[in-house]
């Protein structure tokens, strides 16, 4: 099965940039859908953005439309998260996942099998 590992995470002020990336070892990443997920203490883990297989289609939740972007370099078996304009609101966890299902990308956690470790993202406002 994938493995996978985050990592990019860390404190930043608000208006601020980070970059995550997710390094899948043991599978070829360009057999999975991924998906970028957050928690927040006391909140749901809520999803974020989503890759298709190939890269072709994209899909990112309202609250970090024009902010967040999602790419994938399959040859690297890696995938990004690029934060921009960060807030306060954007501080959480952040698990980058896995999903092995034929067809379109899933925004529900439960459709991924694997997920990584979590990095933490901490906003200073």
């Known amino acids: 099965q994938v493995q996978l590992v985050e990592s990019g995470g860390g404190l930043v002020q608000a208006g601020g940039s980070l970059r995550l990336s997710c390094k899948a070892s043991?599978?070829?990443?360009?057999?999975?859908?991924m998906g970028w997920f957050r928690q927040a203490p006391g909140k749901e883990r809520e999803f974020v953005l989503g890759i298709s297989r190939s890269g072709d289609r994209t899909f990112v939740t309202d609250s970090v439309k024009g902010r967040f972007t999602i790419s994938r370099d399959n040859a690297r078996n890696t995938v990004y998260l690029q934060m921009n304009s960060l807030k306060p609101e954007d501080a959480a966890v952040y698990y980058c996942a896995a999903d092995p299902t034929p067809g379109a990308v899933t925004t529900a956690a439960h459709g991924y099998d694997y997920w990584g470790q979590g990095t933490q993202v901490t906003v200073s406002s």
């Open positions: 043991r599978r070829a990443l360009s057999n999975y859908n």
